[in-house]
């Protein structure tokens, strides 16, 4: 069984039912709609053929990824600028091209900029250098030239802006989320623990508290505040691209080292994005250096490596999934490295107990999860075994799948006390067990414990 969960995008390159399929045909585990760019009549027509499938046993997580706060350029007619012109930043909802205006209709960010300061267009795709401020007009030197289009991404190099934790299309994404029932919703921006506090007071308000949240690393005060942040959150996202709006590239591996291991040790399940097969948008074959990057986050451990544009708007989709499976696979032939664990309790201290026993048995390792924090346990450990879970609620089978070494199955049973037998012949039954097959079956008697263990021989 491969360990490392596969995510991928939704968007035009994978909208038709076929390619869903293939797509998780070939080892995708849970799919990320992208509210910044997702077309509502697409996203519906995605879940119900993706929903669709759990009458066949299949159920695959979904993540709702909000936009966040994000500053974007107004109204303008694409222009090329290059390096060494001078361009103005102006505060209209249009900018004129024959003054190489950039309309950015925002005040709050004018109060923000100082001279000197390197402003970010399009994710750092185009730079330029804040000489004179003048009010509303900011007279700007390009460092690296491009085609300026409209609406595009607007920052300021290591600063953070102030602008709300949610806005008003975050709580329109936040509802489509609740009334379809999505399993995950992605936070953007997210500063500190109060921002991921906010959000789940939004979902408690609307009865929606068991979607899950997932914290995104992206900002400086992200990474000043992970460890608060990762305590606060259900699972963690590395978010590299827009880290290097905050970061000098040569400190990104760093970080995302820091956060993989922080994620880690308090069992928080972590993902890393952005660029993982970048070059496969517009080619059949990955680059050494993707195959190494990816290679890298596997042997550090992360629960699930996010393809973005790659399965979104790339041309070979599918076979970005194919390569970063193979790839993976190779990479797990090593354990993860061991991290020192925080905050353990009584319960995932037994955990670490079935896992070890596990090892030293060399059996496969059978759970019952009601609300899923037992496997949650079991995975933060990285068992060398297979782990298959069993839970009766389906939100929670769903959300399992992006988690590390589990496979997840729905009881539909009716026992009301631990259903091993059921199990066991249902594992049985799916060719995972077989004769002679040693096994651990571990469960709560009490919902939200770990505490009960039990050695089979098929």
């Known amino acids: 069984m491969r360990k490392t969960k596969i995510i991928a995008t939704l968007g035009p390159a994978c909208w038709d039912e076929s390619k869903i399929l293939r797509l998780i045909k070939e080892g995708v585990n849970g799919f990320r709609i992208n509210f910044s760019h997702a077309n509502r009549e697409e996203v519906l027509n995605s879940l119900r053929i993706i929903r669709g499938l759990e009458k066949k046993n299949v159920y695959i997580p979904i993540i709702g990824d909000l936009q966040g706060p994000v500053v974007r350029l107004g109204e303008v007619e694409d222009f090329e600028i290059s390096k060494g012109e001078t361009v103005y930043i102006v505060n209209r909802t249009k900018g004129n091209v024959d003054f190489k205006e950039i309309p950015l209709p925002d005040s709050k960010v004018y109060a923000e900029v100082s001279e000197g ?5 399009e994710g750092g795709k185009i730079r330029l250098r804040a000489d004179v401020i003048e009010g509303d007009k900011i007279k700007c030197t390009v460092l690296t030239g491009g085609i300026i289009h409209k609406k595009k991404t607007f920052a300021i190099k290591g600063k953070d802006l102030p602008l709300p934790t949610i806005t ?3 709580m329109e994404d936040i509802k489509f989320s609740i009334k379809y029932h999505l ?3 992605g936070l953007s921006f997210v500063r500190d623990k109060g921002d991921i506090e906010t959000l789940r007071g939004i979902l408690r308000r609307n009865e929606a508290e068991d979607i899950k949240i997932i914290a995104k690393i992206e900002t400086k005060s992200a990474v000043d505040n992970l460890r608060e942040i990762v305590e606060a959150s259900d699972a963690v996202l590395v978010a590299r691209g827009d880290l290097a709006i905050y970061f000098e590239l040569e400190e990104i591996p760093e970080i995302q080292d820091e956060i993989v291991r922080i994620s880690r040790s308090y069992g928080k399940p972590v993902i890393l994005a952005t660029q993982i097969m970048e070059s496969m948008v517009n080619n059949p074959l990955p680059s050494r250096p993707e195959v ?4 890298n986050a596997v042997r550090e451990g992360v629960d699930a490596m996010l393809l ?3 399965t979104a708007i790339g041309k070979y989709p599918v076979e970005s999934v194919i390569w970063l499976k193979k790839i993976i696979v190779k990479a797990e032939e090593k354990k993860p490295a061991k ?3 925080m905050g353990e309790q009584i319960y995932d201290k037994f955990a670490r107990g079935v896992v070890i026993l596990s090892d030293l ?4 390792i059978i759970a019952f999860s009601r609300r899923g924090n037992t496997a949650r346990r079991l995975s933060r450990y990285r068992p060398k075994s297979d782990v298959y879970v069993f839970s009766p609620n389906i939100k929670v089978v769903r959300q399992l799948g992006i988690l590390w070494g589990l496979k997840a199955y729905l009881y539909k049973g009716e026992s009301e006390g631990i259903p091993l037998e059921d199990m066991v012949e249902e594992l049985k039954r799916q060719g995972e067990l077989s004769y002679g097959d040693l096994a651990i079956a571990t469960a709560g008697l009490k919902e939200g414990t770990t505490d009960i263990i039990r050695i089979i021989r098929v």
Not at 117 to 121: C, H, T, V
Not at 292 to 295: A, E, F, G, P, T
């Open 117 to 121: 300061d390197i402003l970010l267009i």
């Open 168 to 170: 008003e299309k975050d």
């Open 183 to 185: 399993d995950y919703i």
């Open 292 to 295: 190494l990057d990816v290679i």
């Open 308 to 310: 973005a544009e790659e």
């Open 339 to 341: 991290i020192e664990m």
């Open 361 to 364: 048995l060399q059996a496969k």
